[in-house]
């Protein structure tokens, strides 16, 4: 299935900014609300649904110099029209 993005952008920001910003998805999810998401001239607003996937993911990638990027990524995902499944997670 083709992918198509709707919305992306990237820049450096403090632990405290990018807490702010989670904080912010995380009472939209919690209300009920939808979330939109905008940057320059783009914007997107999404509804998720009551349960959808939570995924966590951490990387290292590294170069072909040996230098490693680590990331650590949160994804909600859902089928339009469909709920999520179940699952356990725990973040300390």
Known sequence: MPEEVLFETES???RTDVAQYLRTVADKLESGD?????AGSQSVTLDPPTRP???VKAERETSSSGR???SVEFEL????GEEGRDGSLEIE
Do not use: H, N, R
């Open 34 to 38: 939808p979330i939109t998401l905008s």
């Open 68 to 70: 490693s990027e680590l």
């Open 53 to 55: 996937v939570f995924e």
């Open 12 to 14: 450096t920001q403090s």
């Open 77 to 80: 995902e859902w089928k339009e």
